[in-house]
C-alpha cells in the first residue's frame, strides 16, 4: 500500500521538524539520523562485526534473496533473469543459485557489474543497450522461449514489463 503515510500499527508519524510530522515512506525511515521500529523490523548485530561489511545484510541482500526463495521460488535445473545487478539482484541472484537454478542470467544496463554477479550465481549476461531488439525477445531466443522464473530489482515499469514479458508461457 504505497499511499500509507505513517507507521502500520497506528498510522502515526515518529517523526517531525519543528512541530510538523513528517510522513514515513512505506512505512520506512531509512534517512532518519534517530528511528522508532517495531521489533520485528530489527536484526541485533554483533558489535564485533565490522559495520562496513554487514550493512549488505540490510534490505538489499534480504530483499533480493527472498524474493527469489520466497516468492518466485525456481526449482532445481529452471532458468531464471535477475533484471538489475545491485544489492537486491546480487541477492536475487544468490537465491537462485541456491534454489538450484541452471541458468542465471543477469540483466543490467551496467556492464561493468556483470564480473561481480558472477560471484552470486549469474551464469550469463544481457545488456539491453548492446541489442537492436527488446531484452525480452533477447531472452526468449536465448532460452528457446523464455526463462522459468524472472525477478526484477530496478523499481523501472520498464524493466518490470520487459521481466514479465521474458518468462515462458
Not at 502500520?8 to 517523526?15: A, K, L, T, V
Not at 528511528?35 to 549488505?56: F, M, R, W, Y
Not at 524472472?150 to 514489463?161: L, R, Y
Amino acid at each position: 500500500n504505497t499511499d500509507r503515510v505513517g507507521m502500520i500499527h497506528d498510522g502515526e508519524s515518529r517523526f517531525s521538524i519543528k512541530g510538523k510530522p513528517i510522513n514515513h515512506f512505506l512505512g520506512t525511515s531509512t534517512f532518519s539520523e534517530y528511528t522508532v521500529v517495531h521489533s520485528g523490523q530489527v536484526a541485533k548485530i554483533n558489535p564485533e562485526a565490522p559495520l562496513d561489511k554487514v550493512c549488505i545484510v540490510s534490505c538489499g541482500l534480504s530483499t533480493g534473496l527472498g524474493a527469489t526463495l520466497n516468492v518466485a521460488k525456481p526449482k532445481k535445473g529452471q532458468s531464471v533473469a535477475v533484471f538489475g545487478l545491485g544489492a537486491v539482484g546480487l541477492g536475487a541472484a544468490e537465491g537462485a543459485r541456491i534454489a538450484g537454478a541452471s541458468r542465471i542470467i543477469g540483466v543490467d544496463l551496467n556492464s561493468n557489474r556483470f564480473e561481480q554477479a558472477k560471484k552470486f550465481g549469474v551464469t550469463e549476461f544481457v545488456n539491453p543497450k548492446e541489442h537492436d531488439k527488446p531484452v525480452q525477445q533477447v531472452i526468449a531466443d536465448m532460452t528457446n522461449g523464455g526463462v522459468d522464473r524472472s525477478v526484477e530489482c530496478t523499481g523501472s515499469v520498464q524493466a518490470m514489463i520487459q521481466a514479465f514479458e521474458c518468462v515462458h508461457d
